[in-house]
């Protein structure tokens, strides 16, 4: 079946410094959505999107999605203890279900 | 967001017995609602597909006698675990909303079968 990559699997930075995570598909998708999932909480959306090479930001998020829209990031900028969690990338394949990708679990050292 | 609920948060059963969760949208009507399993530190396996007034759509290699779905309402779906094994044990999650857009994710149930 249709796979969604994320990388890494995990990232510890101090407090203050930039976090990226990366999410690949081998085939296109149709959109992609984020989720944040806190520990012990469910996942939340974050935000879609659906068009080629599309960027948004929401305050210190940026996201992006690739030309071939194969692939998208994920970017916080100078991070904060709130923003620790598991992030979700969730990529649609026409129109099949979504599949989430395989997360990356961001820690923070304060 | 639109608000979903699951119930129970946390069960424990016996080995052989069958546990039903609950799952209900309760601000918007949802003709469609999704059942994932979460394993610890894993991502989120969609299980099946849960359509109000028809069957649910079972992903390959879930058991569709092994896991129950009923979605009689707008408002709810249940999953049904038959014949509990520990291996069944796992944290289980709902979802409510259209694929095309966001999905609103049920607080999850954490299942544990002894």
């Known amino acids: 079946g249709q796979q969604v990559m994320q990388i890494p699997q995990y990232q510890h930075v101090q407090e203050g410094e930039d976090f990226t995570t990366y999410c690949n598909s081998s085939?296109?998708?149709?959109?992609i959505q984020w989720y944040k999932q806190r520990p012990g909480g469910h996942p939340v959306f974050l935000i879609q999107?659906?068009?080629?090479?599309e960027v948004k930001k929401q305050k210190r998020l940026t996201f992006q999605f690739g030309e071939a829209k194969k692939n998208s990031s994920l970017h916080i900028t100078a991070t904060q203890t709130t923003d620790v969690g598991t992030y979700f990338c969730a990529g649609k394949f026409g129109n099949e279900k979504l599949t989430f990708g395989t997360g990356t679990r961001l820690t923070i050292i304060p | 967001g639109a608000v979903v609920s699951q119930h129970p948060s946390r069960v424990i059963c016996k080995s052989g017995t069958s546990v039903k969760i609950e799952c209900r949208s309760l601000d918007f009507q949802a003709t469609t609602m999704f059942w994932y399993r979460q394993f610890p530190k894993k991502s989120l396996m969609l299980m099946a597909t849960s359509n109000e007034g028809s069957k649910a759509t079972y992903e390959q290699g879930v058991e569709k006698d092994k896991f129950l779905i009923n979605h009689a309402s707008l408002t709810l779906s249940t999953l049904t675990v038959t014949s509990a094994h520990p291996e069944d044990s796992s944290f289980y999650i709902c979802?409510?909303?259209?694929?095309?857009?966001?999905?609103?994710f049920g607080p999850g149930t954490r299942l544990t079968v002894t």
């Open positions: 999107l659906v068009k080629s090479g």
């Open positions: 085939t296109t998708l149709s959109n």
């Open positions: 979802s409510a909303g259209s694929v095309s857009y966001e999905q609103y």
